[in-house]
């Protein structure tokens, strides 16, 4: 078994699964699609490579939730490339400063050797979601022998201290490939996400349902030294009455 461990931090962030036409949500967590495209992206794969791209589905997969603070809608004007006066607005939505650690994991190691070394030279430019948003520089955390759902149990939180200020303890959600929990009772939840890509085809994109499921753990901010404790900023403190 071998994990690759990676970080979504941004202050932008968007994955829509369900999305069409003028309006483009975003769900709360990344999907397993949209990781797959990105793993495709860095090995150089086209879209119509449809073998390559189904053997990166066979990877495990799950994400925890570090740091969740809202989403915000902005919107673009777009126009079809071949109709001159078709011009209209779309409503997109994003996530705002959100962080996530994300874990894909394989027993074939030569395709996780072949992944890290896409990951860390790839071929086309990441994104978080969408082309606005380029991913975060330090998104490639570590590659260990730990299993997906180990990992994210024992990996430490990685919220801003402002977060965790703020929410010193707090339960963090883990959403999973339906068959990485050992544990059906720790099992809080079960969805049908539409997440796992056929083809990226521009001429058809095909995409099936994938069983996820949802595990809690709590977590707790990491003490402190005095210096780091008191973080307000009082301006007026060294004005002399």
Avoid at 8 to 23: E, K
Avoid at 120 to 138: E, H
Avoid at 140 to 169: C, H, M, Q
Avoid at 192 to 221: A, G, N, P, T
């Amino acid at each position: 078994m071998s994990t690759i461990l990676l970080k979504f931090a941004s202050p932008l962030q968007s994955w829509g699964t369900n999305s069409h036409f003028n309006i483009r949500h975003t769900d709360p967590h990344p999907s397993k699609s949209a990781v797959i495209g990105m793993l495709a992206a860095a090995l150089g794969y086209r879209r119509d490579q449809d073998e390559e791209i189904q053997e990166l589905n066979k990877l495990d997969f799950a994400v925890r939730t570090d740091q969740i603070v809202g989403i915000t809608k902005d919107f673009q004007i777009a126009r079809h490339e071949y109709i001159e006066k078709n011009v209209y607005l779309t409503d997109r939505y994003y996530l705002e400063d959100s962080i996530f650690l994300l874990a894909i994991s394989s027993q074939d190691e030569s395709m996780m050797d072949k992944i890290e070394y896409g990951l860390k030279n790839p071929y086309f430019q990441l994104f978080l979601g969408r082309r606005s948003v380029p991913i975060n520089a330090d998104f490639f955390v570590e590659r260990n022998e730990l299993g997906p759902i180990e990992n994210l149990r024992t990996y430490p939180w990685l919220a801003s201290d402002w977060y965790k200020n703020r929410y010193p303890t707090i339960s963090l959600s883990i959403f999973a490939d339906g068959d990485l929990i050992e544990d059906q009772d720790s099992i809080l939840s079960r969805q049908m996400r539409r997440d796992r890509v056929l083809s990226f085809s521009q001429k058809e994109r095909i995409f099936k349902d994938r069983q996820e499921v949802r595990i809690d753990l709590k977590k707790e901010k990491e003490s402190t030294t005095s210096q780091d404790q008191d973080t307000d900023h009082d301006i007026f403190g060294s004005v002399k009455e």
